[in-house]
């Protein structure tokens, strides 16, 4: 059989050494600028944050921290799948890496729906903003302000799953075809980078929208 | 590209467990600022272990540090420049620097 | 389409595969380039247009044409198109895709699919803001303060936001590309210090790309989100801050002006040592300087809120740290002069081009000075000296670099040579076009007439009737080129591979270039603009 390797130079190369650190560069500098993103919706946050701390704590308490710890657990699980994934794809054991991908997608998917549950709970008791918004205590604005952002922090972060659900699927559809070996094997370590950086953000969203207002909790 | 063990991984992810727990059980003590300062601090840690083992940027190429040492330069631009005009409004108070009303 | 070449003999990038379907899935970055200079051409006719529209309305007092409601769509889909449409992919996605990889003796780019990509995803971001042109129009201004685009304007905001919004992906696409080029595709011996400006300049450019990119469009989303569902972000009723808007808008914008101009001053660094037969004074300095540029050009976004209601000892250190881009940028300048004293200038199309932008720019710069100073910005704020600055800095200064460059690599890229009088009348005519046009608004401004006003007191017509009568000459400025360097594709006199006699790697291969820049890859042994060497070489014939 021909060497993958060999096969997937791209004419434009010199070497395969110098394809796999282009594109390793390539992923990093995407991950800069997805934290660049974030760290907008950051620092937007913590503007408000700043301006209404009393607000956003009331918020805060009104989370689930059940469903938000279990939910960095199972996604810190899949981080660590993740990395056997690129362990096993480096030295060479595509069983391993096949199973470790799908328990990688299995754990993404269970983050997924807990994540879901959450949303309709909020809604349920008419947390989610706009017209469905109903708030009893005060500062209602501005507890209304927590919200908007906890919906568009944790659901662009969602988005970045769903794409990350997919990359997994094609490194799976890939592993089965025998794409990658022990010397070829860079998308998975790219994709592995990409779905690190999703579990950051969230450990980072956790801290904010979950820790906050738990001395208070109520939830 | 250099192969980081299996017992590495198993540490960091000990680590983040770890952590995360921690994070949970303070959250509930009443530290006034130091609740949200600790659990971002908290948060970092957990975020450079991911990012030193698991995205291997210990073991990566001069040119990898640089680039997330430029990311992590370019967010404190961001927030700090902004937070400086916040944070200096209420220094002095004339009408055109109060912070916006609050809503009904 | 393109036209057979009549040396059929010579394989060449363009002959090498023919057909609609060659150019549409081709992952050459030589005519990703080109398709660029199709698309943007189309943004710039169509912006100009907007641009024709607002002089004539504003030839009278009352205004000829519209009522205030279409003349704020006139100058908003004006600046919408001209900022993300044309300035910011002008040069980078145009000479920047054509050149980089053949100055650095590289096949291609690092990632020519994704170069692709960026150019299908640019026309999908320009399609969906040209349908809230055709739906009618947005009136927000290129800028999208809030609360009035969330709350209050009418209009189809939204489109136009989401086309911005899909076109930045393209922008980070691209940075993204040149920086991993830049890094790894570089020719065997070719050191940083041995790069050309053109490439620093670039290099600068992606990283203000990858860097203020998405913090634009997360802002686009917060505005969008805000507006359908309105609920507070920036909506003061509701809590928001209209100021932290803008705090994340200018984050993004002002950089994104040092996307524009550090693509022009790539181009104008080649373009003097050519054109001087000098190596460019102080190489090390002008390199840094465009990182300096870059960097320095994220902790200034400040001044353009300093009437806004920030604090004002942000104010200052913004306004102290706007000061200090001008240092960079006056390094560059001196240095182009400098390159110029005691070389043998001579006066081809390109360094006219060149010398007009080194002018005009130095006139945008120092006005950006008077605007730092948070005294003087209080006076002429929102008036129509801000309006005159601009325009030099990414009219003069970026259009005309873009002009100089097409014309100095206009035989490498078609393998043509254009028609040289005509030229450098057209470029006399754009230079004296664009100062009858701009510089009495540096005038109006100071006398007080404030921007994007429909109507204005019956004073300042004089001042607005120059301005008008110089865009339509600027206009002729920007048609000629266009018609002659189209009428040279087909009729131009065959270019030699050299014709300037110029240094750099580009040079060194036919015109126009095989489909892979090089027969083999070159080792460069020598840093850029050896100009000196070569001489021999020209005395000898």
């Not at chain 1, 434009?12 to 796999?20: D, G, I, L, V, W």
């Not at chain 3, 003087?376 to 259009?399: E, K, R």
């Amino acid at each position: 059989m021909a060497n993958p390797a060999a096969l997937s130079l791209r004419e434009h190369f010199r070497t395969p050494e110098q394809q796999r650190e282009t594109s390793s560069i390539g992923m990093w500098i995407f991950i800069i600028t997805e934290v660049m993103l974030f760290s907008g919706l950051f620092m937007a946050f913590t503007v408000y944050r700043s301006m209404y701390p009393q607000a956003f704590i009331e918020g805060s308490a009104e989370m689930s921290i059940a469903l938000g710890a279990t939910n960095t657990i199972v996604l810190i699980c899949s981080s660590f799948t993740m990395a056997l994934s690129v362990y096993s794809a480096a030295t060479g054991n595509r069983r391993m890496l096949a199973i470790f991908l799908i328990a990688t997608m299995i754990l993404g998917a269970a983050f997924l729906g807990i994540k879901f549950t959450e949303y309709y709970q909020h809604y349920r008791d008419h947390q989610a903003p706009g017209v469905w918004f109903d708030w009893r205590g005060r500062d209602a604005a501005q507890v209304e302000m927590f919200f908007v952002f906890y919906f568009i922090m944790t659901g662009l972060h969602a988005v970045h799953m769903f794409v990350g659900e997919g990359l997994l699927f094609t490194m799976l559809l890939r592993t089965a075809a025998g794409s990658f070996s022990a010397r070829y094997h860079t998308p998975v370590e790219l994709v592995g980078l990409y779905w690190h950086f999703v579990d950051i953000v969230w450990v980072f969203l956790f801290a904010i929208f979950y820790i906050e207002g738990l001395h208070l909790h109520h939830g | 590209m250099s192969i980081v063990s299996k017992k590495v991984y198993l540490l960091t992810f000990g680590g983040l467990v770890a952590l995360t727990l921690l994070t949970t059980g303070l959250g509930f003590l009443d530290m006034g600022p130091f609740n949200t300062i600790i659990a971002i601090l908290l948060a970092a840690t957990k975020a450079s272990l991911i990012v030193m083992f698991f995205m291997h940027a210990l073991y990566e190429t001069r040119i990898v540090r640089v680039i997330l040492a430029g990311g992590i330069i370019w967010v404190a631009i961001l927030l700090s420049l902004t937070i400086a005009d916040y944070s200096t409004r209420r220094f002095m108070p004339y009408p055109a620097n109060q912070p916006p009303v609050a809503g009904p | 389409m393109i036209p057979a070449v009549e040396v059929a003999a010579e394989r060449n990038y363009l002959n090498e595969e023919t057909g609609v379907l060659s150019w549409l899935f081709t992952t050459d970055h030589k005519r990703i380039g080109l398709l660029y200079v199709a698309s943007i051409s189309v943004f710039f006719f169509l912006g100009g247009l907007f641009a024709l529209l607002i002089r004539l309305q504003l030839l009278t007092p009352n205004g000829l044409l519209f009522d205030s409601e279409t003349y704020n769509k006139l100058f908003t889909m004006h600046g919408i198109i001209m900022v993300w449409f044309f300035l910011i992919p002008s040069i980078p996605n145009t000479l920047g895709n054509f050149l980089i990889p053949m100055m650095l003796g590289a096949k291609d780019v690092a990632f020519p699919k994704l170069n692709l990509l960026s150019w299908y995803v640019f026309n999908l971001g320009a399609l969906v803001t040209l349908y809230s042109i055709f739906r009618g129009g947005v009136d927000t201004g290129w800028t999208f303060y809030t609360p009035f685009s969330t709350t209050f304007s009418t209009t189809y905001v939204i489109a136009a936001a989401a086309g911005i919004f899909i076109a930045g992906f393209s922008s980070i696409m691209t940075g993204l590309n040149f920086i991993a080029t830049v890094h790894r595709m570089r020719a065997p011996g070719m050191t940083w210090f041995r790069l050309p400006m053109f490439i620093w300049s670039h290099y600068a450019t992606s990283l203000i790309l990858v860097l203020a990119t998405p913090i634009l469009a997360v802002t686009l989303l917060l505005v969008a989100v805000e507006r359908i569902f309105q609920v507070g972000i920036f909506d003061p009723a509701l809590g928001g801050d209209p100021v932290l808007f803008q705090h994340m808008f200018w984050f993004y914008s002002h950089p994104a002006v040092y996307i524009m101009i550090l693509p022009a001053m790539a181009v104008v660094s080649e373009l003097v040592p050519a054109f001087s037969r000098k190596p460019l004074f102080g190489y090390e300095f002008v390199a840094f300087a465009s990182i300096s540029i870059a960097a320095i050009g994220f902790l200034v976004w400040g001044h353009h809120m300093f009437t806004a209601g920030t604090s004002p000892y942000a104010a200052e250190v913004f306004s102290f740290l706007s000061y200090l881009v001008a240092v960079p940028s006056a390094i560059k300048v001196f240095n182009w002069t400098a390159t110029m004293y005691k070389g043998s200038i001579s006066w081809d199309t390109p360094m006219l081009y060149a010398i007009g932008f080194i002018g005009l720019f130095a006139i945008g710069g120092v006005t950006g000075l008077f605007l730092a100073a948070l005294g003087i910005d209080v006076h002429v704020q929102d008036t129509y000296f801000v309006v005159g600055h601009f325009h030099f800095i990414m009219v003069g200064g970026t259009v005309l670099a873009y002009l100089g460059g097409m014309h100095y690599w206009w035989p490498k890229i078609s393998g043509k040579m254009y028609p040289e009088g005509l030229a450098r009348l057209s470029a006399l005519v754009a230079f004296i076009g664009f100062i009858l046009t701009f510089f009495p608004q540096y005038i109006l401004g100071y006398l007080g007439m404030p921007r994007r006003y429909a109507v204005y007191p019956p004073e300042f017509q004089v001042w607005h009737v120059l301005s008008s009568a110089g865009a339509s000459i600027l206009g002729i400025g920007y048609i000629l080129p266009f018609c002659y360097l189209l009428w040279s594709w087909h009729y131009g006199k065959p270019a030699p591979p050299n014709p300037w006699k110029s240094t750099g790697l580009e040079w060194k291969t036919s015109s126009p270039p095989p489909k892979h820049n090089f027969e083999e890859t070159p080792v460069v042994t020598t840093g850029p603009y050896q100009f000196g060497e070569m001489k021999e070489e020209l005395d000898l014939g």
